[in-house]
């Protein structure tokens, strides 16, 4: 018997000990995982900020793709908010309390089954060279009872900093593969109106056409602006001779006005005009990497039907600002190639 009294006093001390040793654990948790994504801030930031958006890249809906998700009245920015219930996932929702445009996205999650918990989650972004660096970061307070499950399954960092880097990792490749998507499509013959255009001729390579063209677009904006000249219309560029041998290209960069502008200054920026013509008219949606496939699509389409090429150079049409469309995969290139 007395033996079983200093049993049951050792074994009291052990457990008031292990509660104490429970109880001066940190009552408050942070961590944080970080990627850096070769997308525009702007995209990445909306894909994220768009709770619909979510079940392509979370960690967690992938364990249980068949859960139930119900989304509030707005799935965007402040007030944002969406619910998951499954066997496996339990029972929660994240709600988006705060929104800086391009630079920080701050949530609330919470958890009712299999227990309930309360965390802060903020996501943040940073434009660097290599594209955008998004950091995921959680934090909460640690009551009693998770304190004791942390002790015997591990912190929350050890079992959750897992997740945030599969969901980073699929953000990356469904940004990176959305942003790849493009589609040629041949019109067929058209007529194009013509007009005027101020222009500016240069030579350029396959290697540095598109410096060279933001180059050029900023020489010739600039220029009209100093003189009071209005653009009519989107910029373009006419390939006056492409030598597919060493892939040098002589082109001239181009904004169309409405009436004929006498030049002024050196004489690199001169005032043109293209007639109104019969083309063969094709568009290309998606990255300007992609425009020497829509051209080689033109050019095969032109020699199946027997299509003679006018005199008139062929020239390209950038018919949407990429400011304003942060995924490449929207921007417009039409191509005109002046037909017989």
Known sequence: MKALKY????????????????AVQPNSFSF?????????????????????SWPSFSPWIEHEPEANL?????????NASYSWNGKILGEGGMKTVNVEQNKSITQKIFFIKPFESESDINWTFDTTNEG??????????????????????????ENTSPDFDRGLFKL?????AEMKQFSVKIDGVSEYGGGFYMYKTTSATKENISK???????????????????ASGMPFTIYNDMNP????????????????VTPTGDGQILCGYIPKTKVVKTTLKGNYTNLP????????????????????PPFEIYTNDPGNFPNPANWITEIYIPIK
């Open 70 to 78: 119900t989304y509030g009245d707005t799935t965007v920015g402040v």
């Open 172 to 176: 990356d490749s469904i940004v990176t």
């Open 132 to 157: 955008t660096k998004v950091t995921w970061a959680m934090s909460g307070k640690q009551d009693f009872m998770t304190k004791m499950y942390v002790t015997f399954a591990g912190t929350i960092e």
């Open 245 to 260: 041998d060493n892939g040098a290209i002589i082109m001239s960069n181009a904004i169309p006005v409405l009436n004929k």
């Open 212 to 230: 060279i063209i933001g180059k050029q677009f900023g020489e010739i904006m600039s220029y009209m602006a100093q003189n009071s000249i209005v």
């Open 7 to 22: 049993v049951l006093f050792l074994l009291l001390i052990v457990i008031i000990g292990f509660a104490i040793y429970i």
């Open 293 to 312: 496939k829509a051209w080689e699509q033109t050019m095969q389409y032109l020699a199946k039907n027997n299509i003679e090429q006018a005199n008139i």
């Open 32 to 52: 944080s995982r970080s990627r850096v994504i070769n997308a525009p801030t702007s995209l990445v930031f909306n894909k994220i900020n768009d709770y619909k």
